[in-house]
Structure formats: C-alpha cells, structure tokens
C-alpha cells in the first residue's frame, strides 16, 4: 500500500489568475466612478430622482468591487503553518458579503418602489428632463458590457467573488433599467411606472443575491463535485496501466478549488515501488486533466488474483 500526498504546483497559474482579477476589478472601478458621476450629473440637472439613486447603486458597485480585490488578494496567498491548505474560502467570504449587499439593495429598491404606489402621490412630481432619459440608456449598456466583461473573466478563473461582482452590474443595468422605464413613463404622464419596475427589479436582484449566497455557501461546505465530474474522474483514472479498478472517489469543494481523495486497486504482487509509480501517475493524470484540482491523494488497495 502507498499514499501518495501533493500539494500541486501552481504558483504561475494562480498569479496569472490573481492579474485577471485585479485587471478586470480596475476596469469595473474606473468605469462606476465615471458612471455614477455622470448619473448624479444628470439627476441633478434633469431633476430626475431615479436617475440619482441608480447613481448611488452605481456608487455602491465601487465598494463591491473593492470586496472582490481583498477576498481575491487573501485567497491568493501561500498556504502558511496557521492555514496548510490554502486561503481559497476567503473568496467564498467576498461573496457572501457581496450577496448581502445585492440582497439589501434590492429591498431597499423594492421599498421604495412599493411606497410610492403605496402612497400614490404622482401629481406634484417634477417631469424628468430628456438628459435623464439618455443617461439611463448609456448606463444599460455600460452595465450590461460589464456583466458580460467580468462574467467571462469569472469562468474563465472560476471565481466565484467576480462572479457576483457580475451580477452586482447585472442588478446595476436592471435598476437603470427601471430608471429608464419610470423616467420615459413620468414624461409620458404615466409616473406609476417608475415604481412598478422597482418592484420587478427588487425580484430580479434578490434571485441573484440568494444563487451567490448558495454558491458560496456550498463551497464552504465541503459539497461534492457533480456526479458527471465524478465519473469523468474515475474514468481518467482507470486509463492509467496497472489500475484494476477504482473502490472509492470522495471530492469536496474548497473556494474555487477541489480537493479529492481515490482509492485504486492494484495487482496485490506488484513491489511497492511499482504499485507507487500507479499511483504518481493516476494524481498527475488527475492534477493535469482537472485543473481545478488543488490536492489530490490516491491510496492503493491489493486486489487478489
């Protein structure tokens, strides 16, 4: 019987990822300051209420994104004597904080949508100037752009943090959306529109915030892979010369890693330097075929003949 015990080497890999991150953070920081200041501009100068509020929810994206860089710098580092296996569930952390603050945003989006039609005051509201209209169009496809800019990079590093900073653009571009509805709807004598969004809007980020908060969750949990990654796994390794079969397969997600133990079982005659070289080559296999896969120990069991 062997163990085999490794801790991958990914040094190059994670730092590349790391650049990925903080590149497209930069690019979401840079382009939220622009926007909410130019949403506030316009508010103020078309007397649109809507459209100064998506400038705070804009406002708010800054401050996500910042979540997002620590939780990505923390998970980054070395493993140390106090944390062996790594920092990755400090990503994991992000998100959550990242779900609250989408989560709070919607109610508070929703709120105020269902206390206006609650109070049903639309007589003395000021009419929205056409520069608000314009603003709440650019500001949904800004935002949409950048959901799918930091959506790809997310799959690309599988990271669950700029995955929600995705979806916190994503709620930003739908909340502008509501501004653009209630906007067009004031000037059309219909100011009941801009709340019945907010509602509609209110339903779409809360759904975001709890598949985030899910997500991240799971991952601190120690969930399983899928059964479909499983079996993908077991297959790669009863490729390997010398594996008779494979007894056991436990996987267990770590942040934006996986961690997986096998059990393989071998000629029970093979010398234990033989049934060790089996083995190296079942975990560089399964290190090099599933590149989320941060540790990997294999056991070999005998299998009589």
Not at 67 to 78: E, L, N, P, T
Not at 102 to 118: A, M, Q, R, Y
Not at 254 to 272: A, V
């Amino acid at each position: 019987m062997t163990t085999i015990f490794k801790y991958s080497s990914q040094k190059s890999k994670a730092a590349d990822e790391q650049l990925v991150a903080m590149r497209v953070s930069s690019v979401s920081i840079l382009v939220n300051i622009l926007l909410s200041a130019f949403k506030l501009l316009a508010g103020l100068i078309a007397h649109s209420g809507a459209m100064i509020s998506d400038a705070i929810h804009s406002a708010s994206d800054v401050f996500s994104t910042i979540i997002v860089i620590i939780g990505v710098r923390i998970s980054g580092r070395k493993s140390d004597e106090d944390h062996q296996y790594g920092h990755e569930r400090m990503e994991c952390v992000a998100s959550l904080i990242l779900a609250v603050v989408l989560f709070l945003t919607g109610l508070g989006i929703g709120k105020e949508g269902l206390s206006n039609i609650l109070a049903g005051n639309y007589e003395d509201l000021t009419v929205p100037g056409l520069f608000a209209l314009i603003m709440a169009v650019i500001s949904i496809a800004v935002k949409e752009w950048m959901y799918w800019y930091t959506r790809a990079a997310a799959k690309k590093i599988n990271s669950g943090a700029l995955m929600a900073d995705a979806w916190h653009h994503r709620s930003d571009a739908l909340s502008s959306i509501g501004a653009f509805i209630g906007i067009f709807g004031a000037r059309m004598g219909y100011p009941v529109l801009d709340s019945a969004a907010s509602l509609v809007i209110c339903l779409f980020i809360v759904k975001a915030a709890y598949d985030i908060f899910k997500d991240a969750i799971d991952k601190m949990v120690d969930k399983s892979c899928d059964q479909e990654t499983v079996q993908a796994m077991t297959k790669a390794a009863m490729e390997q010369e010398g594996v008779e079969q494979v007894d056991e397969i436990r996987t267990r997600l770590f942040g934006s890693k996986i961690y997986m133990d096998i059990e393989i079982g071998c000629n029970g005659e093979l010398s234990l330097n033989q049934a060790h070289q089996i083995a190296e080559q079942v975990h560089d296999t399964i290190e090099k075929s599933f590149p989320l896969v941060k540790h990997c120990m294999v056991h070999v069991n005998p299998v009589n003949h």
